[in-house]
């Protein structure tokens, strides 16, 4: 089986946010990334100006050529076609970047003696520039056989991160907590800060401020855990503010009702769990929450 390395030169196939990020951080790590291509060759010239050493092509056969280890950042219904259309030896390794998918994508070149493996950065990629000041810390979801596996577990830490490894029957459910605090949590907090619009204010201003108190958020998941971070009138067991919540959303932005009672009622569970209200108020509030949900439906 052939060993891959630090020094085993390394291909771009897509160039987007995603790719480019872990190009420029490999780079700026002494990896060797020597061969680039995407869909726009505008997007590979411009990131390859970015990586002496490095040079963008259109056909997808030199980057094959060109690299030892292929790294495949298009967007994840790509994957397979790219995979499919080249043709693999045991000297190259081909790795996906998707959150969602598996090694078996890969099977074409699984086939033809090539490893495979995936390395998933769990993490918003809004930008190439955002996106390599994001990595350090980040997490890495890695499958593949032995010898990937610890080629990527290396990069993962050279790269500042921690790497977690998968089986391939859980990378849907793994995908789908990072889309629900990643782009849908994008969404949502876009979402609740268009209530600031009701009280003179506009949607930037929300978010610049409800930006900094998720930030306080996430500083109280990571030091102090669940369900100790849990705050606000749920845990509190504040019904009167509870209630003036509902009332006012029914009243005054009815599509965002049905919202908010979905994480209320996931709410209540964890102030059970936190010990910080009694399973009367729980239900007295739960009974409230329902009510709410049966007018917004």
């Not at 629900?180 to 610049?208: N, V």
């Amino acid at each position: 089986m052939h060993k891959f390395s630090s020094k085993s030169n390394i291909g771009f196939i897509g160039t987007g946010s995603v790719g480019g990020s872990l190009a420029l951080s490999l780079h700026k790590n002494n990896y060797p990334v020597v061969a680039l291509s995407s869909k726009s060759n505008k997007s590979a010239q411009k990131l390859a100006k970015m990586i002496p050493n490095s040079k963008a092509y259109k056909s997808l056969n030199e980057i094959l050529d060109r690299s030892e280890v292929i790294f495949i950042t298009t967007t994840d219904d790509a994957i397979e076609t790219v995979v499919s259309s080249l043709k693999w030896q045991p000297d190259k390794a081909v790795i996906h970047c998707s959150g969602a998918a598996s090694t078996d994508i890969l099977e074409h070149a699984s086939r033809q003696k090539a490893s495979v493996g995936t390395f998933h950065p769990l993490q918003a990629f809004a930008s190439i520039e955002k996106g390599i000041e994001s990595i350090p810390g980040t997490t890495f979801a890695i499958e593949g056989d032995p010898n990937i596996k610890n080629y990527l577990k290396d990069i993962a830490f050279n790269l500042g991160g921690s790497h977690i490894f998968l089986k391939p029957e859980d990378k849907v459910l793994y995908h789908v907590s990072g889309v629900m605090l990643g782009g849908l949590l994008t969404s949502f907090a876009a979402t609740t800060a268009q209530i600031w619009d009701s009280i003179g204010l506009s949607r930037e201003e929300g978010i610049k401020s409800l930006s900094h108190m998720m930030q306080q958020v996430s500083k109280n998941l990571t030091t102090l855990g669940i369900p100790a971070a849990v705050a606000g009138p749920y845990p509190r067991g504040d019904i009167g503010t509870i209630k003036k919540h509902l009332d006012e959303l029914y009243n005054k932005y009815p599509k965002i009702l049905p919202l908010y009672c979905e994480l209320a009622l996931c709410a209540l569970p964890l102030a059970i769990e936190k010990g910080s209200i009694n399973i009367e108020t729980h239900n007295e509030i739960h009974q409230i929450i329902l009510e709410y949900k049966k007018l917004s439906s």
